[in-house]
């Protein structure tokens, strides 16, 4: 079985101590395939480092994390524009609108999501969404987009059964990570009546770790508990569950 991590940020200095260890676990738990999202243009150097150390297992993205949209975030895009083109990434991302934390800067966030979005249509590559309290805000954008060359991902997907309905008609995969685990999460209330054609599986490492890990370091090999626990709730092998899953992002990175 072979695992696809749309969504990891191996980069994060909370692998600096044994990130080697960490992808080895990974590689050796299934997961053979990673994808490496952006947040801002600090991100650049480390992601360097992962995709000349595996380049047969990471890959690229480029994007502006919506929560480090701020005064300079123009100077942000041109830099990470250039990424983009000079480094070969296969998707723009991670993108989008959050306001969780600060909605100060939402004009702003519209704005650099726009862009972005335009970016990946100009270079028929997909988009990776950040959406965090801001379903609506996301959707007005992308109902602007909406169109052939419009697809990605909804990472972290975490809204309702009619949120999943309408991302996917924006040709966006859920992206199905720790929270699936969780007690409350939600996404168990419907998982089993979204089609696996759907969906893609994801970490977010170092971020939302799944049950039994909530709470600790997420890691990449961590993905197995978000399959097993997919299987559970759709009735479809862990195999199944991989094969699907795997060739799912194959359909939206071209990889």
């Known amino acids: 079985m072979i695992f696809t991590d749309t969504h990891t940020h191996l980069y994060s200095d909370a692998f600096d101590a044994d990130r080697e260890q960490v992808i080895a676990n990974a590689i050796e738990a299934g997961v053979r395939r990673f994808f490496i999202p952006a947040i801002d243009v600090s991100s650049i150097s480390g992601m360097r480092a992962l995709k000349a150390a595996y380049p047969e297992h990471m890959y690229l993205m480029s994007g502006l994390h919506p929560t480090h949209v701020k005064e300079n975030y123009l100077e942000e895009l041109s830099i990470l524009e250039s990424f983009l083109d000079s480094d070969a990434c296969v998707a723009v991302g991670e993108i989008g609108i959050d306001l969780y934390w600060d909605r100060s800067f939402l004009a702003q966030q519209q704005a650099a999501f726009d862009t972005q979005i335009s970016w990946a249509k100009a270079r028929n590559l997909p988009i990776v969404i950040h959406c965090r309290d801001a379903f609506d805000e996301v959707f007005e954008v992308l109902e602007a987009h909406k169109g052939p060359l419009l697809r990605g991902i909804f990472h972290c997907f975490s809204g309702t059964h009619e949120q ?18 969780f007690k409350n999460g939600g996404l168990d209330r419907f998982m089993n009546q979204i089609e696996l054609s759907h969906l ?46 795997t060739q799912n992002s194959k359909n939206v990175f071209g990889i």
């Open 164 to 181: 999943a309905l309408r991302a996917i008609s924006y040709n966006m995969k859920l992206g199905i990570g720790g929270v699936l685990t």
């Open 200 to 245: 893609v599986l994801e970490t977010d490492a170092p971020y939302l770790a799944p049950v039994p890990y909530r709470g600790k370091r997420n890691e990449s090999a961590y993905l197995i508990k978000v399959a097993e626990r997919l299987s559970e709730l759709t009735g479809q092998s862990l195999a199944d569950i991989a094969a699907h899953t």
